[in-house]
């Protein structure tokens, strides 16, 4: 079957669904200008993969910060970085009342920012921190990303991304939303 027919054959079963479930991963935020960890152009190319393990977050905390403010920071402004039309359409899926769900890999927020409102979040959100010490939440955009890793006005404990490191589990919520969704 050749690649439109496919797509056609995709689109009908689309058409006649009750029920949908999102799936994505990088390929969806790659249009938006966000580059997959893995493959051609990826960051891990570039950036030792080490610096987001969690147990070396701690250890060494400001060779750690250093790379992720580089690599996600520099594409958190929103200003710059828009929902493409795959997220747009999951969007509008869901609006329609079609789409119960997204399921995701991505951390970059886009499925929110186009105006999906139920996204399993599997690696998590770098839109926001979260306090190692103490658990309090930030939003990103009220954080400082200034050279040196950010801590808690609660108890000064390190703040983190909300992302997933390597060694962290899959947040509950995600893992139980998605498998029941599914």
């Not at 030792?48 to 400001?62: C, G, K, S, V, W």
Request: charged letters at 25%; a neutral charge.
């Amino acid at each position: 079957m050749e690649m439109e027919e496919k797509i056609k054959e995709a689109a009908r079963i689309l058409s006649k669904a009750k029920r949908i479930v999102g799936f994505t991963g990088a390929g969806t935020s790659a249009e938006s200008g966000i580059p997959p960890f893995r493959g051609q152009g990826g960051i891990w190319n570039r950036y030792d993969p080490d610096a987001l393990d969690i147990e070396n977050y701690f250890r060494h905390t400001q060779d750690s910060w250093n790379i992720i403010r580089e690599v996600f920071y520099k594409y958190f402004d929103n200003t710059q970085v828009k929902p493409n039309p795959g997220h747009e359409i999951l969007a509008k899926w869901e609006r329609e009342g079609r789409l119960s769900c997204v399921i995701t890999q991505n951390i970059d927020d886009l499925h929110t920012v186009a105006g999906n409102t139920i996204v399993y979040e599997f690696h998590g959100n770098m839109s926001r921190f979260k306090c190692t010490k103490c658990g309090s939440q930030y939003a990103a955009r009220d954080i400082q990303l200034t050279e040196r890793p950010p801590h808690c006005e609660k108890c000064g404990g390190l703040l983190k991304p909300d992302f997933i490191f390597f060694g962290e589990g899959i947040p509950e919520k995600a893992y139980y939303g998605s498998v029941n969704a599914a």
